[in-house]
């Protein structure tokens, strides 16, 4: 018997770190969307720097997360001999992977808002201290229990703060952090002309299209396998991730007046908003959620061409932002029993969970932005970018004409 016992338990501990294996190499390959959404986007003279950024930024996270921002997530080092590290099939080794496939998307959200006039080296030491220390701050609130803010927030309304694949933990921070970002950098060149200002095109559609189809695959496994485990997978979180990438689709059609730009940012509104409430809406509240999403990214989008201070160059304070807050909220509105969801939640929780993130990127990102830029320029000079980052920074152009 205690071989059979042993025999299952191999086999549980196994099955979880494969899973879990999976779901990181998910997360991970979004990575690779996050840099075709960005070449799609921005002009042809910035898309090598836009392929550069996403990777250099991958590593720069996974060293700052693997040194100082798990300990500070998670209380957790791997400053210990290989051997304990591998045990339990090295379950420990490939959730570390997991959560910092999470944590280094937070740079690649940041680097679609910056693109085209944003110094390389600058923004790589940001990425690292925002990985280290901002981004783990408030992930181990949340995700760990840290300080005791979740215990108190329960004890207070009744509920902890619920967000279950990051709309606010990740897309939130990365989005907000990215609009101090974007505000200190201020207009690319040639936005205004004749007081005017001008939108410029993405250069390439399919491209952009790419990133899309990436990042929606991927993005099963960032939400179902936030599980961590085979026991606590659910086909909810998947069903209701579809309905709510496709309800920001459907959405981004009709009000984007079948502008591809828009229907191709759509699926990511709806699934950046569904992340926080996957596990506990009805498919039909994510539907609605992914559909308010997909508006919200457009009236937010198309408020941002009209702005004279903001040039969010992605528009990943909308998509990340506005609707990863929008999450936030929604996950306590439509996971309540009254509206069809496993209940477990509160309103009032989540707004002040997801006040609390905003609250935490903006401070942080003006401290990290504002000392790195105190200490070294953030942005190109008017020659540098008016040559375009790829010659500026890496001496080399892509093909292709403005």
Request: with cysteine; glycine share 12%; net charge negative.
């Amino acid at each position: 018997m205690e071989n059979v016992n042993s025999a299952i338990e191999t086999l549980v501990q196994s099955s979880n770190t494969y899973f879990l294996l999976i779901g990181a190499i998910m997360v991970f390959a979004m990575h690779a969307g996050f840099a075709f959404l960005e070449v799609g986007t921005v002009r042809h003279k910035n898309q090598v720097n836009a392929l550069v950024k996403i990777i250099t930024d991958f590593a720069i996270s996974c060293i700052a997360y693997f040194f100082i921002g798990y300990y500070i997530a998670y209380d957790t080092t791997f400053f210990a001999s290989a051997s304990d590290l591998a045990a339990n099939n090295g379950y420990d080794l490939v959730k570390f992977f997991f959560l910092m496939t999470f944590a280094a998307a937070i740079p690649a959200i940041i680097s679609g808002g910056i693109a085209e006039r944003a110094q390389f080296y600058p923004f790589l030491l940001a990425s690292g201290l925002i990985v280290a220390f901002v981004y783990p701050f408030f992930e181990g609130l949340i995700w760990n229990g840290n300080y005791g803010f979740q215990s108190w927030l329960e004890a207070t309304t009744g509920a902890s703060f619920h967000d279950f694949a990051g709309s606010v933990v990740v897309h939130g921070v990365g989005g907000w952090l990215a609009f101090v970002a974007v505000y200190m950098l201020g207009l690319r060149l040639g936005r205004i002309k004749d007081k005017r200002l001008v939108a410029f095109a993405p250069s390439s559609i399919p491209f952009l299209a790419l990133g899309t189809w990436i990042l929606c695959v991927g993005w099963f496994g960032f939400n179902v396998m936030s599980a961590q485990s085979m026991d606590g997978i659910s086909g909810l979180v998947a069903m209701n991730s579809l309905m709510a990438m496709v309800g920001g689709i459907i959405a981004a059609l009709i009000f984007g007046k079948n502008d591809p730009g828009f229907i191709h940012n759509g699926p990511l509104a709806g699934l950046v908003a569904v992340c926080a409430g996957s596990d506990i809406m009805h498919p039909i509240g994510s539907l609605i959620v992914g559909i308010v999403a997909g508006f919200i990214f457009i009236k937010m989008f198309t408020f941002l061409q009209q702005t004279k201070k903001i040039d969010d160059v992605l528009g990943v304070w909308p998509l990340h932002g506005v609707c990863g807050a929008w999450g936030g909220l929604a996950a306590g509105i439509f996971g309540l029993e009254a509206l069809g969801g496993l209940g477990g939640v509160s309103f009032l929780a989540q707004v002040i969970g997801t006040v609390l993130g905003i609250t935490v990127a903006v401070v942080g990102g003006a401290i990290v932005y504002g000392v790195v830029g105190k200490l070294m320029s953030l942005r190109l000079t008017e020659e540098e970018e008016f040559k375009g980052a790829d010659l500026s920074i890496h001496n080399i152009a892509s093909e292709g004409k403005d």
